[in-house]
């Protein structure tokens, strides 16, 4: 061990802690060499680089950046990482970036590494991979989120099979965060208000490369002990656990952007559990600018994006109108001076129904400058699931569009993938940011050899990972010697290995293909062509039916016949999915169309080489092609009777196409046509899943728009809020005495000539467009040729290319007004 001649005076200690300390750190897995070398089991078992540092002593660790080969790799991850934030971003060469000063971010979990366990699944693996995608593209994202003490159970699964509820504790002090202060250094306390009492809410920050998230607890020694509870569990606890769990985050989470000096121009709700957060900005802006509630609202929903992740109505979290007058009719009445039967209806269907309980979903959207879904598909389901808000609107004007999920690409890719694409080409691997180079084209440059070496050397990987884990979760349960030593020795490096890892809900059909096991067994113990399958996931504690389908699970890997073939792995987690994502040859995923919004785990295994076998729902309907992967259903919704055809189609595409294929070999042991399908899988997909993308999409189609929309309405006082608010006032009021007195069509050689009279009321003729509309979104507007009192005329012309009776005459509010319709106001007449 030769120690350095001279160590730069930069890499200290500190250096080290640094690195720890970002959440992001993870762009290149080299940068885990170094908490290999600090200490590798600690590091295997819990991927916490604070908590590995934190062990070492500080003069081992001095002595430690002495050795060469050490202080080398440190100064190696400095330097990339120092590179890396000084390259000129995506977003800085965006036109009219400084129109966004910064975006706030809410969510109610946080997917960002094991060492920071505050999430459940799906929408904290959204919020973590856009979050760090945000950072790598340069765009200025302040996340806002809340510190779980326990976060979501851990599973531990019982000797009968059934599964256990583990609620360890959170320790602040090893998690990667530190409270966060005010200007003077102070840790940072807010007060907010339960009926009754004041509670504090204390900050936090954790780091992510060039961005921040900041977390909110309530476990301030201060509090009631039932307040403290607040931050205690992710989805756990009752109805009105929720709310308030919810009024920390929405109203808390503003108040401490606000406090941490941060004035955002966007507020991206990702999901509706944090919309609270929309009155609560709303609320500033009234005090700031001394304006009423509507117009504030007007001013700061311009600027604000709700991001709805639910294909059911069921999904959405509602709350009884006592609950929400128990916890919020004070701050209606005496912050936001408005009525509780006024803040009731912002989460209404029906604004005046006092049965309907109160959606935090369409309190978003009455929030909201813009609302988008997951996936194409998404959108379309969401346009059904939301048209009620938008009476007698076409269905494809309801205001909900799509941005697709996609995954950061260096969270979920392999260490030894990385190393592969390293090789090839050096730092420009495609997901590095640099863009320089295309999957497609670096593919080209390799041989099959070259591909399949990859998925070898990962699913071997893989199975070392699932060994090691089953024997210390058998230890954990009390297993005899020889039981953890025969730990998953009868799973095999060389066989096909399927992978199946989600949520234990109904809809995600976890046991479709347990539809008839004989079959599945069957496709497993080939003598000449076995199969292997790895499962894990996770049933909500009071999902009894989820956890129905677990068990059947169990018992079927529990089988004799079984060969222990199936293995399944207990608490499913970021690093249970990433092993698997990077290991496995094929995900599968059977959810129930339409009730997968997107899904992610599926795009994790693109860049790992693995291939998809999964239902034509989310995001595998519009990445499907033939050649990519495969697909199972028809593309239509069913009813679950149905489901014996997905699974007969299921167990066909397994035993005629995915068995065969892997197992044909050329004369070297390659499996040409899979590997092609691996290629084309790659080269079409990789990129366009990635995080990287959806981050571009969400920041050119919604933060920069949106940005402009709110400074410009909050321009000179709000002078621009302030008119709107004004017109929306005279149009709601006056609407009513719209009405079309006749409709004249006349047909001119190839043209139509149309004239419509209104009786106008008190409305401005300015004030409205109207339009002749024929489905399926043709939209032609008539002119206003006369005004004579509450009475006008408005004529058109248009060519003859289909029925006059194809068009209905209609009134809608007038684009010139820069109201964002229907979204903010759902007008319109139609004359029949
Ligand atoms: C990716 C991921 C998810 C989300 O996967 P789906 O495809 O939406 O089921 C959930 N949990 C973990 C641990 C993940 O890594």
Redo the contacts with the bound molecule.
Sequence with gaps: MAPASKRPSEITPETLRQLAFDQAIRWSSRNDDIWQVIDNELWQLTHNPSLVLSTVPEQALDELLNRSDCHQLVQDIVQEQRARLERPTWFAGQAHAQTLGRVAYFSMEY?LSEALPIYS??LG?VAGDQLKAASDLGVPVTAVGMLWQHGYFRQGIGPDGSQQELYPVNDTRQLPIEPLRDATGKPLRLAIHLPGVQIWLRGWQAIVGRNRLLLLDTNDPANPPLARLISSELYGGDNEMRLRQELVLGIGGWRLLEAAGLQPDVLHLNDGHAAFAVLERARSHMVREQVSFAVALGATRAGNLFTTHTPVEAGFDRFPAELVGKYLGRYAKYELGISLQALLAMGRKQPQDPREPFNMAYLATRGAGAVNAVSQLHGHTSRFIFRELFPRWPIDAVPVGHVTNGIHLPTWVSPNAEAHWHELHGDDTPWRGTDKVSVAELLARVDDRWLWQIRQHARSDLLAFVRSHLARSLAVHGASPSEIEMAGTRLHPERLTLGFA??FASY?RPNLLLHDPQRLARILTHTQHPVQLLVAGKAHPADRAGQALLSEWQRFAARADIAGRVVFLED???R???HLVQGVDVWL?TPRRPW?A?????M?VLANGGLNLSQLDGWWAEAYAADLGWAVGDGLEHEPAHDAMDAEQLYRLLEEEIVPAFYTRDADGTPNAWVQRMRRSMSALVERFSADRTVREYTERYYLPLAMAYRERCAEGSARARELARQVTCLRGYWHELAFTRLEWLTAGDRYRVEARLHLGHIEPQQIAVQLFAEPGEIRPLDLVQHDGPFAVFQGELPVTRPAADYTARVVPSADLGLNVPLELALILWQR
Excluded: L, P
């Excluded at 997107?598 to 599926?602: L, P, Q």
């Design positions: 997917m699944g799906g693996n989600r949520r995600k499913y987690d970021m249970i999915a990433r995923n997968e997107s899904g992610t785990s599926g994790k």
